[in-house]
């Protein structure tokens, strides 16, 4: 017989709508009891999910399952990278740009099944300053909507959106000075972004091109487009065709090096973060193991 794999359910209980509420019993209901023996955990405060996690990797779990957004899924990886451990993801939280770039189904119960199939991949990760991100980490206009949606009291696509049409008009494009694999240049951008996968998060593809197991993270450099056109380039992220406009330069790149004007926020998978003026970035090729579809 089998030896069953062990494997928790790390639960950020305020993430995303609400839909946590009906993980337990979806777990119950749809995990193939033949193959795992579970726990569930639920994480309380911001880097609570990562001690978890790192306690699970301590108690020889095979499986660790994320069950939230983007951030949830970062701090559950942080505990798990560089052991064993098997990445799972359960999407319930607002963007979800790691769970789209895998396809993976937001049907609680679906996403289940795909953990019952236990199909891994290996992904690249990058880091930030040493600070890890599986998805999409950046600093500029990104950055900034991202801190104000910390900020605010409701979640979802339209919080997001709110403020991204609030701020665009008055944001000034700062000024960059970037070495990508020892090459220097100069850029006054809207943004730069650091995209190891292709997903900001509902259904926005900042890299089209980016794929999560090349050694690569993808450079997105994008120029503040007239308020006119503004609208066409939303058509193009969510078209999955930004890098088709003459605003976006993409370079791939293993390491980079940004210097800012001041110390100010960037955000990591979606998540606010003040760092120093110089950011240096740089890819960890095939470094976790994931499930997906």
Known sequence: MMEKKKIIFIINPISGV?????VET???KTLDKSIFD???SYSNAPKHATELSKDAVDKNYDIVVAVGGDGSINEVAKGIIGSNCILGIIPVGSGNGLARHFNLPFDISQAIEVINQCNTIKIDTATINDQLFLSIAGVGFDALVANKFAKGKRRGFWSYFKITVREYPKYKPKKYSLTIDGKKMNRRALLVSFANSNQFGY?????P??????????VCILRKVPIVKAPFIAHLLFSKRIDKTPY????KAKEVKVIRKKNSKIHIDGDSLKLNK??????????IKVIVP
């Not at 609400?18 to 009906?22: D, E």
């Not at 976006?248 to 370079?251: D, F, K, S, W, Y």
Request: charged share 20%; glycine share 4%; aromatic share 4%.
């Open 18 to 22: 609400g839909k946590q509420r009906l």
């Open 278 to 287: 110089e950011l240096n970035i740089k890819i960890n090729p095939l470094s």
């Open 26 to 28: 979806a777990i119950d």
């Open 203 to 207: 259904n926005t593809s900042i890299a």
């Open 248 to 251: 976006m330069e993409i370079i």
């Open 209 to 218: 091109m980016a794929i999560i197991n090349d050694g690569f993270l993808d």
């Open 38 to 40: 579970y726990d569930i």
